[in-house]
């Protein structure tokens, strides 16, 4: 099986056996440059399309119910199916990239299936599947911003993976808070292969700079509005995860001061007496 044979069965494909298909051997990367024909949006059965409806996110004080839990993985499930979808679509619409990189795409959409596959054992002890509470697509409304590969890096791997770099470490302090230690081990896996995946974006970045730009200004040219460095963040930060995934400290003090009109306070006092975690003006 080639790299694209595998990346097309896993974004045409419509069931979810396709978006967790992975191969027996590792495939070989023989190029095509025929892809012209990327779906805008995902290719899937009825039971796991995108919905119009929304569904929240249960909030932290929450999450003493079991029920809550259960529908908080299944909203950080929905975002690993748009993962693994939208590294496929980059495999096959950057048939120019080295295969190196080419091959750091595919070894995060592993891991995206690993952690998809955790989620959805996990839900399945709460009666729960992928596709019982409607499904969104935040991820896959910015494939018009991600038409190049510096910036698929600056939407996917520096804003939506690093802010799960925050989310995953405070849905690890909740779920422990409450006493749910599988949920938290969950996290705390999916945690460990974002500061990988998080990493694997940045360093390709790194290397497009040219000398007169910095890292943050370079970012912020690759961003289009409405989309900015606000969705790089979860509604804390966690300035030590960005230096693990080996950003510059100029980078990380950026993201930390970064505010704009779309800026949200998340309650503090429910930060404090859930997490015991502090918000300093």
């Known amino acids: ?10 974004l045409f494909g419509a069931s979810l056996e396709d978006k967790l298909f992975s191969p027996s051997e590792h495939p070989q990367d023989i190029r095509t440059f025929d892809f012209t024909d990327l779906p805008n949006f995902p290719i899937r ?14 909030r932290l004080e929450q999450l003493f119910i079991e029920d809550n839990r259960y529908i908080t993985l299944h909203h950080f499930a929905n975002h690993e199916l748009m993962a693994i979808e939208l590294f496929a679509y980059a495999i096959l619409k950057f048939q120019d990239a080295d295969s190196s990189v080419r091959f750091s795409l595919y070894r995060t959409l592993l891991e995206e299936q690993i952690h998809l596959r955790l989620y959805l054992s996990e839900m399945k002890k709460g009666g729960m599947e992928l596709g019982d509470r409607p499904l969104n697509s935040i991820f896959w409304k910015q494939i018009p911003r991600m038409q190049t590969l510096e910036k698929f890096y600056a939407v996917m791997a520096i804003s939506f993976e690093g802010a799960n770099l925050d989310f995953s470490k405070i849905y690890t302090m909740a779920f422990e808070k409450f006493g749910d230690l599988e949920k938290a081990n969950i996290m705390k896996r999916v945690y460990e292969d974002e500061i990988k995946h998080v990493r694997r974006g940045y360093q390709y970045i790194q290397k497009q700079i040219p000398d007169s730009q910095s890292e943050w200004d370079y970012y912020r040219s690759l961003i289009e509005f409405p989309f900015t460095p606000r969705r790089a963040k979860g509604y804390h930060y966690f300035p030590e995860t960005r230096i693990k995934a080996g950003f510059s400290k100029e980078f990380v003090m950026e993201l930390e001061r970064y505010e704009d009109e779309y800026t949200g306070r998340v309650n503090s006092r429910i930060l404090k007496e859930v997490l015991d975690i502090r918000i300093y003006p």
């Not at 099986?1 to 896993?10: E, G, I, S």
């Not at 059965?45 to 249960?58: A, C, G, L, Y």
């Open 1 to 10: 099986m080639t790299l694209n044979d595998f990346a097309r069965r896993v």
């Open 45 to 58: 059965e009825k039971k796991i399309q995108i919905s119009d409806h929304k569904s929240k996110i249960p």
